[in-house]
C-alpha cells in the first residue's frame, strides 16, 4: 500500500490529477510524458530512475535490465502483476545489495500502473 502512496504522490508531483492508478496511462497519453512514448516514460523518470542510481553503472545498456530510460528497459521487467517481476523480486547479486523492501513495493506498484 505504501508504494500506492508514493505512486500516487508522484503522479500528484507531476501534475496528474488523477490518482486512480487505472487511468494512468490515459493522462500519460496526452503528451505530457518525456517523449519516451508509450506511457510509463513521465512515472519511470520520477519513480524509477532515482532507485537506480547505483545500478546503470552495470545496467546501462551490456547487461539486461536496461534501466537508463523507459524506453531502454526491455518489455520484460515491464510485465505485471509487479509483484513477480524480476525487477521487484530479484535480490543481492553481483555483490551488490538490492533494493529495499520498500523500494521494490515502488517498482511493483510502478509496473502495475502501466497501460
Ligand atoms: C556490478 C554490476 C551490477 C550492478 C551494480 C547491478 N547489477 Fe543487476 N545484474 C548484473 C548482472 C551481471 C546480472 C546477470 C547475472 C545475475 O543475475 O547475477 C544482473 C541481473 C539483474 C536482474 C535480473 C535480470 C533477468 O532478466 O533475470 C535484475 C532485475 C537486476 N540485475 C537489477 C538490478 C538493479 C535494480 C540494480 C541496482 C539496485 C542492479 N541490478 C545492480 C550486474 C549488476
Given amino acids: 500500500m505504501k508504494g500506492i ?9 507531476a501534475a496528474f490529477s488523477a490518482c486512480d492508478v487505472g487511468e494512468v496511462g490515459d493522462e500519460d497519453g496526452n503528451g505530457s510524458g518525456n517523449g519516451n512514448g508509450m506511457g510509463g516514460g513521465q512515472t519511470f523518470t520520477s519513480m524509477i530512475s532515482p532507485l537506480v542510481t547505483g545500478c546503470v553503472g552495470c545496467h546501462g545498456g551490456g547487461t539486461a535490465p536496461n534501466l537508463t530510460s523507459f524506453s531502454a528497459l526491455e518489455a520484460k ?25 520498500e523500494q521494490r513495493a515502488t517498482v511493483a506498484a510502478w509496473i502495475d500502473s502501466l497501460p
Fill in 77 to 101: 521487467y515491464k510485465m505485471k502483476p509487479g509483484a513477480s517481476n524480476v525487477l521487484a523480486t530479484k535480490g543481492d547479486h553481483q555483490s551488490i545489495t538490492y533494493l529495499t523492501t
Fill in 5 to 13: 502512496k508514493l505512486l500516487c504522490l508522484a503522479l500528484g508531483l
